[in-house]
């Protein structure tokens, strides 16, 4: 692939996510359910593995520091600290790093965003799976078909299909940003 071919490949992916409507909605309920979480006293925990990890954490940085707006922090969680991840997959496996967590902090009002390129990440599965048992409201970025995600997910968002994961998270990103700017225009602190 070409440096420019990249670019063109970026811009369809794009396009034919702009061209389904429907993620529109999506994004914007999301939105709202992790604003209703914001207002019942809940906090939002994000997870995923590699770039979705840097993803997660870009997510909850921005919530917790401002966006585009000064404003106060807005609770966020990237689960992402080293000591719990290396303990846990240690003692109980890899696929429990991200359950763990949210067995040990997450409650009812709590919103989980899980972040796959495939939607079959076994760990995130296992979040998800976690945050469902503690009433928790699950938004999950996809690519691909959904993968096993898409059954546990209140609000799935999935990208336009690609074998590369980059075009999937390419997506994401942008979808990161456009719930961090719903939230900072219209969640009132």
């Known amino acids: 692939m070409t440096i420019k071919s990249n670019f063109t490949d970026a811009l369809n992916t794009l396009n034919e996510f ?34 979705s990890m840097c993803d997660a954490m870009h997510f909850a940085e921005e919530l917790t520091g401002c966006f585009k707006e000064k404003r106060k922090a807005i609770p966020a969680i990237a689960i992402n600290d080293p000591s719990h991840i290396t303990c846990t997959a240690n003692d109980f496996g890899f696929e ?22 495939s ?5 995130i599965i296992e979040a998800a799976k976690t945050a469902k048992e503690k009433n928790m409201k699950i938004i999950a970025l996809t690519g ?13 968002i999935r990208a336009p299909y690609s074998k590369y994961s980059d075009r999937i998270q390419e997506i994401h990103i942008k979808v990161i940003h456009c719930l961090i700017d719903f939230i900072e225009n219209n969640y009132k602190i």
């Open 18 to 51: 702009i061209e389904n409507k429907d993620n529109f909605d999506k994004i914007k309920t999301g939105a709202e359910i992790m604003i209703s979480s914001l207002e019942q006293g809940g906090k939002i925990f994000a997870c995923g593995n590699g770039g």
């Open 119 to 123: 939607g079959n990440s076994p760990n």
């Open 96 to 117: 429990y790093i991200f359950s763990r967590y949210i067995e040990a902090l997450g409650k009812k009002n709590d919103v989980l965003l899980a972040i796959s390129t």
């Open 144 to 156: 691909k078909d959904g993968g096993k995600l898409k059954d546990y997910c209140d609000v799935e």
